[in-house]
């Protein structure tokens, strides 16, 4: 096979990867808006090429959750990221939040309800 093939067959595998990318990204970003109103997504950042799906919330870096310092929120909840890769395993490396998306302790189990419902097929 001659390099023109194989850079085609690359390119056609990067396009597919942002495909999927895409559709893994707007499913999750769907789901979890019923915990964090104003997630979005991206495919990539600076740090993360097109195999890395992002997500984003100005909400939570601004203290969004009600009743919640963000001192107690990154002392004792999770980073989004952590959440779904427990319940999406094979995310794992493929999933960031590149300024955090910190969780409250107390909504980590709501949080891993909307995953579980959306893993069960419940969009």
């Known amino acids: 096979m001659g390099i023109e093939e194989i ?16 559709e893994i990204g707007k499913t999750l970003e ?23 799906i992002c997500l984003w919330s100005k909400w939570v870096e601004k203290g969004g959750f009600k ?23 094979e995310l794992r490396g493929h999933v960031d939040c590149p300024f955090g998306i910190w969780i409250p302790a107390d909504m980590v189990e709501e949080v891993v309800e909307v995953l579980e419902q959306l893993k069960e097929g419940a969009r």
């Open 7 to 22: 850079i085609r067959r690359y390119n056609q595998a990067i396009r597919e990867a942002r495909r999927w990318g895409e």
């Open 30 to 52: 769907e789901a979890l808006r019923k915990v964090i109103p104003d997630i979005w997504y991206t495919i990539g950042w600076e740090e993360g090429g097109v195999d890395t």
């Open 67 to 89: 009743g919640h310092s963000m001192e107690d929120i990154i002392l004792n909840g999770l980073n989004l990221q952590d959440v779904i890769v427990e319940v999406f395993p």
